[in-house]
């Protein structure tokens, strides 16, 4: 299994600041996951980070807003730009150590007032 | 484009019975993952079993199993001898084994188990 810690684990922030949340995996992961789960949604995936390269972004997801650094294999950051309400969120970072499974970080409950 | 389905959205259960939770995906790949997770109300993402679309064997954790039937397209999850602290969402996701390697999850099943 891998141990994936995450924070800050909660924050409360005024519109139109900006947030990171950092994510550490216990071991070398190729790729790194982030996501968003919106109050009473289902997961949704922000963006996929390697290292080495620019984030790949899904649709409905920029850059601008949602930046993302992953400077080694074990340590990445997004960053929530620019926040609004419709930022509060859980935002949860993800990784596949070797073999199949795939494990979450406790997350990050924001609130954006 | 992968697709997951959870058509149960809560479900109610006394304690020690024995509950499947249904969950069936679209995928015209042949070479998947699925994944199922329990989502407390703390709100992390707790791995519980996985299936690989090889797999010629039932996936079982302890007091979890998973149903695979890939003519179906069906990976229902099966909790025996329930416990209180069995409730909780639970979300069944898929993973394509190549490529692109992200998670795609159904809606969730909130559980409850009742004393």
């Known amino acids: 299994s891998a141990v994936i810690s995450q924070k800050p684990s909660r924050d409360i922030c005024q519109r139109g600041t900006s947030l990171t949340i950092q994510c550490q995996v216990d071991?070398?992961?190729?790729?790194m996951f982030w996501y968003r789960q919106q109050p009473g949604q289902s997961l949704t995936l922000i963006a996929t980070?390697?290292?080495?390269?620019?984030?790949?972004?899904e649709s409905g997801f920029v850059i601008d807003k949602f930046p993302i650094s992953r400077p080694n294999l074990t340590f990445s950051t997004l960053t929530v730009s620019n926040m609004s309400p419709e930022d509060s969120s859980i935002y949860l970072c993800?990784?596949?150590?070797?073999?199949?499974?795939?494990?979450f970080g406790p997350g990050t409950r924001l609130t954006v007032l | 484009a992968q697709k997951i389905t959870q058509t149960q959205p809560g479900m109610f259960v006394q304690e020690k019975e024995a509950v499947t939770l249904d969950c069936t995906y679209d995928t015209s790949d042949q070479s998947y993952g699925l994944f199922w997770y329990k989502q407390p109300s703390s709100g992390e993402m707790i791995f519980l079993i996985y299936?690989?679309?090889?797999?010629?064997q039932n996936a079982t954790e302890g007091r979890y199993s998973l149903n695979f039937q890939k003519a179906r397209k069906s990976a229902n999850l099966v909790i025996s001898a329930s416990q209180l602290g069995d409730s909780a969402m639970y979300f069944c996701a898929m993973r394509y084994l190549q490529g692109a390697q992200k998670l795609v999850f159904g809606q969730g099943t909130r559980l409850t188990i009742n004393p």
């Open positions: 993800s990784a596949a150590p070797a073999g199949q499974a795939q494990y």
């Open positions: 299936q690989g679309s090889y797999d010629e």
């Open positions: 071991s070398q992961v190729t790729m």
């Open positions: 980070a390697n290292q080495g390269s620019e984030a790949t972004y």
